[in-house]
């Protein structure tokens, strides 16, 4: 199981602004990393899935970047708006040491956009 | 619609019920899987199958007993569970196990699980 971070924990922004969050994992023991978007009564759904180090995602306002060496992947909203109010969650993949990989999910980043 | 559906979407049970979660898959994937979100914990994975065979199983207590009849139907059942087996359990399925970067898990609305 690996030890997963993300911060910050909840963040309010006002609409329009542009904001990052950052989830981090050990560097060692890394094979690929899921991010992934979960609005309150609904399924979480894949934003980016990233295996190289130095790679950069983005889908509409959303991106995401990797650094395996250091552990960490940022993710960015630019001009966020009220639909974007989610809870993100990233999840790195790891040898669970029976030959298999599973995810391992960070508690998440409760994003609030205020109108 | 996320191709991946869960019955029922609310349970409430007593310790000494015997109780089943349903997940079904439309998706075509050979990989699924059991997570279980405690309040204020993330996401903990209980079990993967992959081609209907059990893969992992993460240290999960007997009580729980998932079946994987077919690639694309898995249950969950549930007996003699605790209090604090109350918690939010999701199904989600992928294509296979691999690390593919189009691999990426599909997950369903959960099954919200009260233990009185």
């Known amino acids: 199981i690996l030890n997963v971070e993300q911060s910050p924990q909840s963040l309010h922004v006002q609409e329009g602004d542009s904001t990052n969050f950052t989830c981090s994992f050990p560097s060692s023991n890394f094979y690929a990393l899921h991010w992934y978007r979960w609005e309150t009564a609904k399924s979480p759904e894949a934003l980016f899935v990233m295996t190289l180090n130095g790679d950069e995602k983005k889908k509409g306002r959303i991106s995401a970047t990797l650094n395996t060496k250091e552990g960490y992947s940022y993710l960015y909203i630019k001009g966020s708006q009220p639909e974007d109010s989610a809870t993100y969650l990233c999840a790195p993949i790891g040898d669970s040491g029976a030959g298999s990989y599973q995810l391992t999910f960070g508690k998440g980043t409760k994003l609030s956009v205020i109108p | ?116």
């Open chain 2, 1 to 116: 619609e996320t191709g991946v559906t869960q019955t029922p979407r609310h349970l409430v049970m007593g310790m000494t019920n015997k109780k089943s979660l349903k997940c079904e898959q439309h998706l075509g994937h050979n990989a699924m899987y059991w997570y279980k979100q405690s309040a204020k914990k993330p996401l903990e994975l209980m079990f993967v199958y992959n081609f209907k065979e059990q893969t992992e199983n993460n240290s999960v207590p007997s009580r729980f007993s998932p079946e994987c009849p077919n690639s694309s139907h898995l249950f969950l059942h549930l007996h003699t569970l605790q209090p604090e087996d109350s918690a939010l359990y999701l199904c989600a399925s992928s294509q296979d196990l691999g690390l593919a970067v189009d691999n990426e898990q599909f997950f369903g609305p959960g099954t919200r699980l009260t233990v009185l």
